[in-house]
């Protein structure tokens, strides 16, 4: 199953009818990250009069929320909203505002908020995350020249290759199509090829 996430974390802040709103955002994986995160950017602004997020993990399939003061539905749902239609998952957004002294309403609010969790996600890396192996292949030199064709068919990322007696290339391919690229390569070097299982793992394929 492929999923979004970030890349790390990042900001946004901007000035609406004289209150600053900081938007930020983090990847996280666990409840007790995203909950670190939160109270992380609630000590860095102890005099914000609210401090709204929202995290979607895959963890449990979960997903939190909260206005931290602010009417209900305000704050908190506009900024979970903002990560769910974007795809986003493994990430915890927090949106700060310092009151200026004008009041924005409900519409107001649900709106700035909204713009608090997009601008941090549009300055954020989005990653695509796919199960994945990585595999070890070793191979004669004579028969290396056959290989990158292959690999650029069935999108396998080389990581590494080491030039000595032979040729031995470190790649990720996704999870379910990592038994067709090896009878892709057996076949192509007529046996002469040996293929190890290094890993499983979680990979970027953006």
Sequence with gaps: MEYNTIAK???ARFIEKKSEFIG???PVQTEEQATAFIEEIRAMHRKAT???YAYILRENNTARHSDDGEPGGTAGLPI???LR???LTDVCCVVTR???GIMLGAGGLVRAYTRGAKDAVEAAQIKRMAAAVRLEITVDYGLYGRLAQIFADMDARVEKEDFADNVRITLCIREESALQLSD???DSCNGSIKITELDKLSYDFA
Aim: glycine share 10%; charged share 30%; hydrophobic share 20%.
């Design 9 to 11: 974390r990042c900001e």
């Design 24 to 26: 930020y955002l983090c």
């Design 50 to 52: 609210h401090n709204c």
């Design 80 to 82: 979970y909203e903002v």
């Design 85 to 87: 239609k974007e795809g």
């Design 98 to 100: 310092y009151f200026g």
């Design 184 to 186: 892709k390569l057996t």
